[in-house]
């Protein structure tokens, strides 16, 4: 474990960026339709329940990292291979978000520069915040979360002066009933964004305060999710659900179309600047939990050392995942089912009726034994 | 291979500290006058201004003694008043007393000066006598008596030049130390002000003073500070930049990470949040630690100013130094990677000028930036009369000859020129020139892959900021990490009434800085009031 | 230090390779100000790209030679699709061509109606490089690529006179729509709405109009202007709306900001001219019966400007007279457009979307044949409510006085 503290606040502050990191690039909830904001919100309360799921375990452990009380919970061999896969599954959606982002850049402004070349000064950036570790990171996390703000809201208010929103365009409501969009819900943006705070799990043990941390995580999950929500509510009203549902990048193509006296237009570069602030956020934290863990896992007492090797590796599983966007993006819904849903809920959910058996067993025997003496 | 180097230069440095001065056996003082006066005459190699006046003690005396000083370091005045005239004259000392008792005769009555030293070892001797005390040597005794007369031509308190305030004291520090420690304690009239004082560099033997407020300091901060200092072993000191640069948590930044000025006022208030000062003898610039990234874009004048009109200022501050940091990366960036992001109006206009200059745009701007690089250094360094020459020259080449050839265009010009105007206008000379340095790498990653390389720098450069440390205390707090009580100090300045409390990032107990209910309540003209028309 | 170094060197071979790659000197990019699209007779699309010539629109730096050229060239190419078109014409053009400040894109109306628009439009939505706000306009009568050719006076870039004419017109006269990429696609995919654009045409003399001595004379040879609004039908142009017929759909689109009104007084017509300055126009649907009924509201607020005739405007009651010939008149005109574009079979006014945000699981019943069956039929009601609000710095007329003292002179 790095000897590091940080606040409620900033665990907030990196839990929204993570969050919103790559959430804001992509068409969230489509399938929903007009109802995408009422998709969105109805995971965000899926969500809220992980969140809590996840703290809960750790709550049971608060000393100890993820992969020691997984090991702890199943035993050393059984409980260091679903840690590996874990960890895996984190270089995996780390290597995912850099591709979504090396292609929204390659895609939106520089079309002559390879692919490679643009993730790898990211990855450069995100390993060089990693060997600084977690603390360097939450603080660059509350500076830029600034920055990241007030891009958003300025943005809301750009899109609500220019004229733009025809809030018509979010009608008719429930065209085909609620089940489309329960089921959007709880198929796909229930683990995209929201599920993947399970990584987090790792970085609990280092916040100062648990009770606070709780609280802080929960807004953060409501913060990101009423965001989301109200992005995807703008979008639909600004472009129309169908051009929303053709758009790669729909927020962009909403800032796009703002024009404001005249004169404040062709806003791309501020979409991307703070899509690169989320994304750089998601993708470090990704890395950083990833060569935490390994570095516990194998016990490696240099953690910084694999920043490199690690980084290296994500940049290549980023080129390697899809041969295409179209690929890689299909991949990203249909992987739901067999990576998404059993790590961010059927292990978290076994773990945490493990370790709540144990614990009731630990605490009758402890009163037990005090009834015995 | 690197860890080897490390031990051969370890091996190395041990060496050099064994063969220095330690090894020598401490030398004392001997009884005989005439082989102390030799022996001094031997270590200052015969210096003409060392002065060995001999001479016997009392009207009619016949004990020899000798006083020793150097000349222009010492006030001669009370030399000759309160030295020689009562060695000479005392009626009390006369041939019967032993030397020793000569000796307390001397110190209790005769000789009239408030510091005065017993001392046995030469090293201190010769360190006093360095520093400007008379020595007094007495023939039959192994001691000599260090008497302070420290004086001699000196700048006097001047104006200023570095940290100019338009409202405020305008009294500068000066180059002695205690002139500027007497400084603060004109400010501060509080016995828990508290000096201590060493000396560093194994030639120049500097004197270096700490100053805190016992009480409001972090005693952790204050011995951290103690240890830094005393692990310094070096041969000089020439300027608290020395000092800085030894004591400073990490050397691979531009960022300063101690504060430095020249103005006693803002030393006081640092010292009130709890800091501790440094003061080299020799420099006006006095060190203040820990020093917080936000303090180089406050001055003294913003507390003197109101409250909204100094945080108007600070963020104005602020705005500055970005532009001094990302002008021409900006410029760079809009005009090779997303020409798309200026109005057409303007691209036109721009494309227009850019027509017949033959350069890539960051080649213009590397041209431009360096041509004023060195119109700068140039007039730092000039006598002030060529100063104004280099400036017309300069104002000739870039603003009408570069463009009217063609080499490049206006717009450059003017980003350029608005870029050096913001990097003057930033208060701290250190932050500026670490901003002028960071400047060439926006420059280049806006080159390589404009604003996306632009928000990675960034992004790297907050980073790297998060990162350093000063004195244990983070670099961008209160910001980062995020003390909201403290907040209403940085970019903001809350009104004075409203500093309840100290930062207490800083302070270890009387964190109350002020009673409750500061706010300013104008006397209400209430119905009573109206008594005053009857 | 040495792995310092070796760091430090792939950064700058990273960055220093790829400062090729996507980088463009502003002075290295052709800086495409409008494009026009036509078919030819082989059945190939000609595609006209206007350039921006920086130096001459400036007016000129070092030198001063600029300002001596036009300000824009046209060239011209062709090719089987839209973008080998493009791609062909770049073979002309010594810079690489540059799209997002193209503010324009200029079809043909041969083409319009025969091929339609969007078929044309799908390379330039897919291409990061185009605005999705850049305007689209029919030429009207001739091929785009001629109007491409045209200089324009006080405007030095054609593509900026022609969009800053149709914000002005739309705002000032309302019977022209500013329509961008993003708005028509929008309208052509949304259900129950139909496209429109509008038109420009040349007055005066063509063959003159692309030579720099037309510009400038005081009163050029040729001029571009802005003139109906095109509608379509199946994604084809089918007609053309003038005059008060375009701004009835410019205003049941609640896109009009001002409009003026000649209205009948006292048996002369055009007696009375009422500006409207602030309207509000709302479509409604009833879905109750088994074809919808459609309710227009309009309510405007506005002013009188002009009086041919004596009239009393200090009287209250002859303002409220005079609104209600206002409303008339403008429930007249909307009842003229809406009629002619049932007639057309094309739902340009979205009561095809009102019903189905009104009431999705009906529309899916009609949406089938909506242009062709249910849209004549639907019954519309227009309601609208119109106020004066002031009459400007006078209330009577001088012509009142006038006519007193001619009268008193008669005695």
């Not at chain 2, 330690?22 to 005439?34: D, F, P, Y």
């Not at chain 2, 700490?210 to 972090?218: D, F, H, N």
Request: glycine fraction near 6%; include cysteine; proline fraction near 4%.
């Amino acid at each position: 474990m790095e000897n590091a503290k940080i606040s409620a606040y900033q665990l907030f502050v990196l839990i929204v960026l993570f969050e919103l990191g790559s959430a804001i690039l992509v068409p969230l909830a489509i399938d929903a339709k007009q109802e995408a904001w009422l998709a969105i919100l109805i995971s965000t309360l899926g969500g809220l329940c992980l969140f809590w799921l996840y703290f809960r375990l750790y709550e049971y452990y608060p000393d100890r990292s993820p992969v020691e009380y997984i090991q702890a919970l199943l035993g050393k061999i059984p409980g260091s291979i679903i840690v590996f896969a874990y960890i895996l599954f984190c270089l995996y959606l780390s290597a995912r978000v850099l591709r979504d982002f090396g292609e929204m850049l390659v895609t939106v402004a520089y079309p002559e520069t390879p692919l490679f070349i643009i993730n790898t000064i990211m990855i450069a950036a995100a390993a060089y915040a990693v060997r600084k570790g977690i603390e360097t990171i939450a603080r660059t996390g509350e500076l830029l979360f600034v920055l990241f703000s007030f891009l958003f809201i300025s943005a809301f208010f750009l899109i609500s002066v220019a004229g733009i929103i025809d809030v018509s365009n979010l009608r008719p409501a429930f065209e085909n009933g609620l089940t489309p969009v329960v089921k959007t819900a709880f198929t796909q943006t229930l683990y995209f964004p929201f599920g993947e705070v399970v990584a987090f799990a790792m970085i609990f043990p280092y916040v100062n305060n648990a009770k606070e941390a709780k609280k802080a995580g929960l807004l953060a999950v409501l913060v990101s999710g009423v965001t989301l929500a109200l992005m995807m509510a703008s979008n639909t009203s600004v472009l129309g659900i169908e051009l929303v549902s053709r758009s790669l990048f729909p927020l962009l193509s909403t800032i796009q179309t703002i024009e404001v006296f005249d004169f404040i237009e062709r806003l791309d570069v501020y979409f991307m600047l703070a899509s690169v602030i989320g994304g750089f956020f998601k993708i470090s934290l990704f890395f950083y939990i990833a060569v935490r863990a390994l570095a516990i896992l194998f016990n490696e007492q240099q953690p910084i050392r694999l920043a490199y090797p690690i980084g290296m590796v994500i940049l290549v599983l980023s080129m390697m995942t899809a041969s295409n966007f179209s690929e890689h993006l299909t991949e990203g819904i249909k992987s739901t089912l067999f990576t998404h849903l059993p790590f961010q809920v059927v292990f978290p959910f076994l773990l945490f009726l493990l370790a709540a058996v144990k614990h009731r067993r630990k605490k009758q025997a402890g009163a037990d034994g005090r009834d015995s003496l | 291979m690197v860890s080897f180097f490390h031990r051969k230069k370890r091996a190395k440095e041990s060496q050099t500290r064994s063969g220095g001065p330690e090894k020598k056996k401490e030398q004392l003082l001997e009884v005989s006058l005439a082989a102390n006066v030799d022996h001094i005459r031997q270590k200052t190699g015969h210096s003409q201004d060392i002065v060995i006046r001999m001479l016997k003690l009392g009207s009619r005396g016949e004990m020899r003694a000798a006083v020793v000083y150097v000349k222009g370091m010492v006030d001669s005045q009370t030399i000759y008043d309160f030295i020689l005239e009562s060695m000479m004259t005392n009626p009390s000392l006369h041939d019967k007393l032993t030397p020793e008792e000569a000796v307390q005769l001397l110190t209790e009555e005769a000789i009239s000066i408030g510091g005065l030293q017993r001392q046995q070892r030469w090293e201190e001797v010769f360190t006093s006598v360095m520093a400007g005390n008379a020595l007094i040597l007495v023939d039959g005794i192994a001691e000599a008596l260090a008497a302070s007369t420290q004086g001699g031509e000196r700048r006097t308190i001047q104006e200023s030049t570095t940290n100019v305030a338009v409202r405020g004291s305008k009294e500068a520090f000066t180059e002695s130390n205690e002139t500027n420690i007497a400084m603060i304690r004109r400010i501060i009239n509080d016995e828990n002000l508290w000096t201590e004082s060493m000396k560093i560099g194994r030639v120049t033997k500097t004197d270096v003073s700490i100053m805190y407020l016992k009480g409001i300091a972090k005693e952790e901060i204050v011995e951290e500070v103690r240890s830094r200092l005393k692990r310094i072993d070096i041969d000089a000191i020439l300027e608290s930049g020395y000092i800085e640069q030894l004591i400073e948590d990490k050397t691979l930044t531009t960022f300063p990470t101690v504060f430095h000025t020249e103005r006693p006022d803002a030393v006081a208030g640092n010292l009130l949040e709890g800091r501790v000062a440094i003061f080299v003898n020799g420099t006006p610039f006095v060190l203040v630690v820990p020093a917080l990234f936000i303090q180089f874009f406050q001055s003294v004048e913003d507390y003197y100013a109101r409250f909204d009109i100094a945080t108007a200022i600070r963020f104005l501050r602020i705005f500055i130094f970005f532009i001094s940091l990302i002008g021409p990366a900006v410029y760079i960036a809009a005009t090779t990677f997303h020409q798309e992001m200026i109005p057409t109006e303007l691209a036109i206009i721009v494309a227009a000028q850019r027509e017949s200059v033959p350069f890539p745009a960051f080649v213009e701007a590397i041209i431009m930036e360096v041509t004023f690089e060195i119109l700068r250094e140039a007039g730092i360094r000039m006598p002030k009369a060529i100063g104004s020459t280099v400036s017309i020259v300069g104002a000739l080449v870039i603003g009408q000859a570069a463009v009217q050839a063609g080499i490049v265009s206006p717009a450059m010009v003017i980003v350029v020129s608005i870029t050096a105007i913001a990097s003057f206008a930033t208060p701290s000379y250190a932050v500026a020139i670490s901003a002028r340095l960071i400047r060439f790498l926006f420059m280049f990653s806006a080159a390589t892959f404009g604003f996306y390389g632009m928000i990675l720098a960034f992004i790297m450069l907050i980073l790297h900021l998060c990162s350093l440390r000063s004195f244990g205390v983070p670099y961008m707090s209160p910001m980062a990490p995020l003390i909201p009580a403290e907040v209403g100090d940085t970019i903001f300045r809350k009104p004075l009434w409203a500093f309840k409390r100290r930062p207490n990032q800083l302070v270890s107990n009387n964190q109350v800085r002020q009673a409750d209910d500061q706010k300013p309540h104008p006397p209400v003209k209430d119905q009573k009031g109206g008594g005053r028309d009857a | 230090m040495r792995k310092w170094l070796l760091f430090f060197l792939l950064m700058m071979s990273v960055t220093g390779l790829s400062g090729c790659w996507s980088k463009k000197e502003l002075s290295e990019l052709a800086i495409i100000s409008a494009m026009g699209i036509d078919k030819n007779e082989e059945g190939k699309y000609v595609k006209t790209v206007q350039f921006v010539n920086p130096g001459n629109v400036s007016g000129g730096l070092q030198g001063g030679g600029g300002g001596q050229g036009p300000a824009v060239t046209v060239y011209t190419a062709e090719g089987d699709t839209v973008f080998e078109a493009h791609i062909n014409s770049s073979a002309k053009v010594s810079r690489q061509l540059y799209h997002p400040h193209a503010n324009l894109v200029v079809i043909g109306e041969e083409l319009a109606r025969t091929e339609g628009v969007n078929v044309l439009l799908d390379v330039f939505e897919r291409n990061a490089e185009v605005r999705s706000t850049t305007k689209l306009i029919i030429s009207r009568d001739m091929k785009a690529g001629d109007m491409m050719k045209m200089l324009t006076a006080i405007d030095h870039i054609p593509a900026e006179k022609v969009n800053n004419t149709l914000k002005i017109t739309e705002k000032m006269r309302g019977e022209n729509v500013v329509v961008s990429l993003q708005d028509f696609i929008k309208w052509s995919t949304a259900p129950g709405i139909e496209p429109i654009l509008s038109g420009f045409r040349v007055e005066g003399n063509l063959a003159e109009a692309n030579k720099q001595e037309s510009v400038m004379q005081m009163d050029p040879a040729a001029n571009l202007e802005a003139n109906g609004i095109a509608v379509f039908k199946d994604e084809k142009l089918i007609d053309w709306y003038e005059g008060q017929t375009a701004r009835g759909v410019v205003w049941i689109l609640d896109r009009v900001k001002q409009a003026e009104i000649d209205l009948e007084w006292e048996g002369k017509k055009d007696a009375v001219v009422y500006q409207v300055m602030r309207q509000n126009t709302t479509i409604k649907a009833d879905t109750k019966k088994d074809i919808p009924e459609i309710t227009i509201h309009v309510r405007a607020e506005g002013a009188i400007r002009e009086v041919t005739k004596p009239v009393k405007l200090d009287d209250p009651n002859i303002i409220a007279e005079i609104e209600r010939a206002a409303e008339k008149e403008i429930k007249q005109q909307l009842q003229k457009t809406v009629e002619r574009t049932q007639k057309n079979q094309s739902d340009i006014f979205g009561f095809g979307q009102a019903i189905y945000r009104q009431n999705a699981k009906k529309w899916k019943g009609l949406q089938e044949n909506w242009n062709e069956t249910y849209f004549p039929q639907v019954k519309v009601n227009i309601e609208v409510e119109a106020f004066v609000r002031r009459t400007g710095l006078r209330t009577n007329d001088h012509l009142s006085e006038l006519e007193k003292k001619q009268s008193k002179g008669g005695e």
